[in-house]
């Protein structure tokens, strides 16, 4: 059975990030959602109260191994035991390969990748224990295809789901369901449904928390259905 216990959701925002905050919310976990700005999370914090959950909004660089000791060491504190995490934040820059800065294309990498590291890394201390938990990663198109000018994006989502591919392979075995999401297609929402509405990713995430170990997905494409692959 899915661990139930506080959910940790890194890489949070007014879209995808703060949707998931609020499904795993709605789902009776108590949520800790971690921003470099905090304070902007207030309004979020309070539409998850509102609707009779739990939040606590943390300052966190994810790409600072102590913060994100911090983080999960005051979630934890504040709101119980970590049962899922969720790594939804991200690095890019869009230039073509001759006019990325060295330091540009590291930042990418620190904040798509390495952050994911470092969050993936204290979830599963912290889950190992317990022998359950819940990994989740946020993927991107170019986790699959690298296009022209998103080489300094690209690199970081392909670490991300090797990552996450590797932690699923070596965790699993012990309780602890690792996922990673190929998010092939633009974010929001229309009428017509061409773009992948935020609600209906953050659904698919929770679901696959809930999954029977019997029949766990480790990767899972999200795309539009008048999307071309």
Same mark, same amino acid.
């Given at each position: 059975?899915?661990?139930?216990?506080?959910?940790?959701?890194?890489?949070? &925002? =007014?879209?995808?990030?703060?949707?998931v905050a609020?499904?795993?919310?709605?789902?009776?976990?108590?949520?800790?959602?971690?921003? !470099?700005?905090?304070e902007?999370?207030?309004?979020? *914090?309070?539409?998850?109260?509102?609707?009779?959950?739990?939040?606590?909004?943390?300052?966190?660089?994810?790409?600072?191994?102590?913060? *994100? *000791?911090?983080?999960?060491e005051?979630?934890?504190?504040?709101?119980?035991?970590?049962?899922?995490?969720?790594?939804?934040?991200?690095?890019?820059?869009?230039?073509?390969?001759?006019d990325?800065?060295?330091?540009?294309?590291?930042?990418?990498?620190?904040?798509?990748?390495?952050?994911g590291?470092?969050?993936?890394?204290?979830?599963?201390? @912290?889950?190992?224990?317990?022998?359950?938990?819940?990994?989740? +990663?946020? &993927?991107?198109?170019?986790?699959?295809k690298?296009?022209p000018?998103s080489?300094? +994006?690209?690199?970081a989502?392909y670490?991300l !789901?090797? #990552?996450?591919? /590797?932690?699923?392979?070596?965790?699993?075995?012990?309780?602890?369901h690792?996922a990673? +999401?190929v998010?092939?297609?633009?974010?929001?929402?229309?009428a017509?449904?061409?773009?992948?509405?935020?609600?209906?990713?953050?659904?698919?995430?929770?679901?696959?928390? #809930?999954?029977? =170990? /019997?029949?766990?997905? /480790?990767?899972?494409? #999200? @795309?539009?259905?008048?999307?071309?692959?």
């Amino acid at each position: 059975m899915a661990e139930q216990g506080s959910c940790v959701v890194v890489g949070v &925002g =007014p879209g995808l990030g703060g949707t998931v905050a609020k499904r795993f919310a709605a789902g009776g976990h108590a949520v800790a959602m971690a921003s !470099r700005n905090p304070e902007r999370l207030a309004p979020l *914090v309070a539409e998850i109260e509102q609707a009779g959950g739990t939040a606590k909004a943390y300052r966190a660089d994810a790409t600072a191994e102590d913060d *994100v *000791v911090a983080l999960f060491e005051a979630a934890e504190r504040d709101l119980g035991p970590a049962g899922v995490a969720v790594f939804n934040a991200s690095g890019r820059v869009r230039k073509p390969i001759t006019d990325i800065e060295a330091q540009e294309f590291i930042d990418a990498w620190m904040r798509g990748c390495f952050g994911g590291f470092l969050v993936g890394r204290e979830a599963a201390r @912290r889950m190992q224990p317990r022998k359950a938990g819940t990994i989740l +990663f946020t &993927g991107a198109t170019a986790s699959m295809k690298a296009f022209p000018l998103s080489a300094g +994006f690209a690199v970081a989502k392909y670490g991300l !789901r090797a #990552l996450a591919e /590797s932690m699923a392979r070596a965790l699993q075995p012990e309780g602890i369901h690792v996922a990673h +999401f190929v998010i092939d297609g633009a974010i929001g929402s229309d009428a017509g449904n061409a773009r992948l509405d935020p609600e209906a990713i953050a659904e698919t995430y929770y679901q696959t928390h #809930l999954q029977h =170990p /019997s029949a766990w997905s /480790s990767s899972v494409e #999200l @795309r539009p259905w008048v999307e071309s692959f």
